[in-house]
């Protein structure tokens, strides 16, 4: 599998000649649309920055606003309903947590969750090899409150994202803040990996924009 970081939210997963796209955004956030291949598009919540799927190239299966299990392009998603904020989406709506497994590894990607996990979400999510949460704040939970999510879920890889980047124009905060409070983080410019490489101890990984 390999794990490519877009910007902002949005990740490309490749498994198996399939791709995987979560929360396609568009050039108001900075960075550029995707406009390469995708087979499914993860949407967690109806923002401009999260559900550009209007740029997509070919007829892709969109999973949005959906909590039962998914079987698309070799993948199996799952959706868990749950809080753009802390006033119950009162302030921002209702965000989805997405659980993406292919080829033995699962992958949680957070979109814009805006609260810790209670008992019964941590429970329904599950097991965790990859984590993407977002870090930065203001819109979703900051560099702390990620941190303790990252303790809740207990994923072998964390992957951070939702920070500032230079090419970034939303207003949250860069990436330094998170890993400040991890001993050791790699940096890599993408993700492959199989189930059988997943490390020992836990492994922040920061990865680099990648080039569309």
Known sequence: MKISY???????????????????CDERSGYRPWKGPVDVVTVSH??????????????????KAQTAPVEAGGFTVQGFRSYHDKKQGQERGVNYIYKITAENLNLV??????TLLDQDLLEKIGPVDILMVPVGGRYTVD???????VT??????????HYKTPQGKVDVAPVEKFISQYEKVVKRPEL????????????VIVLELTEH
Not at 109 to 114: F, K, L, N, S, T
Not at 143 to 149: K, L, M, S
Not at 152 to 161: A, D, F, G, N, T
């Open 6 to 24: 877009l910007g902002h939210a949005s990740f490309l997963i490749e498994s198996q000649g399939q791709y995987l796209l979560t929360d396609p």
């Open 46 to 63: 109806d923002h401009y920055d999260h559900n550009a799927v209007e740029h997509l190239q070919g007829n892709p299966r969109i999973i």
């Open 109 to 114: 990607h957070m979109g814009d969750q805006g």
């Open 143 to 149: 560099a702390a409150e990620a941190a303790q999510i």
């Open 152 to 161: 809740q879920l207990k994923p072998s890889i964390v992957i951070p994202m």
């Open 192 to 203: 492959t990996i199989t189930a059988q490489e997943l490390p020992q101890a836990m492994q």
